[in-house]
Nanobody, 111 residues
């Protein structure tokens, strides 16, 4: 599975951004993780093909993950962004026994 991510960039605190990730074929789970230098990669949000979602604690109530199963595309709508959301965001896709990663996209939130 190949993943193509888009979106990201620079935004002021309190602003919004949207990330997209398109998979080369249908896959069970899609979503995002993020990582800052010196820290472990952390869960942002995952959505299953049936719409079931899981969010990291730090983004609950601010971020929304969705997907279009026809387009094999997942979206991450990020709102009320904080400087601590600054990270490289990695698109993720996975099945029961597999995991795939897209290229990272940098999100920078200025204070």
């Amino acid at each position: 599975v190949q993943l193509q991510a888009s979106g990201g960039g620079l935004v002021q605190a309190g602003g919004s951004l949207r990330l997209s990730c398109t998979a080369s074929r249908f896959i069970f789970k899609m979503g995002w993780y993020r990582q800052v230098p010196g820290k472990q990669r952390e869960l942002v949000a995952i959505i299953q093909n049936d719409g079931t979602t899981v969010y990291g604690d730090s983004v609950k109530d601010r971020f929304t993950v969705s997907r279009d199963n026809v387009k094999n595309t997942a979206y991450l709508q990020m709102g009320s962004l904080k400087p601590e959301d600054t990270a490289v965001y990695y698109c993720y896709a996975g099945g029961t026994w597999t995991a795939y990663w897209g290229q990272g996209t940098l999100v920078t939130v200025s204070s």
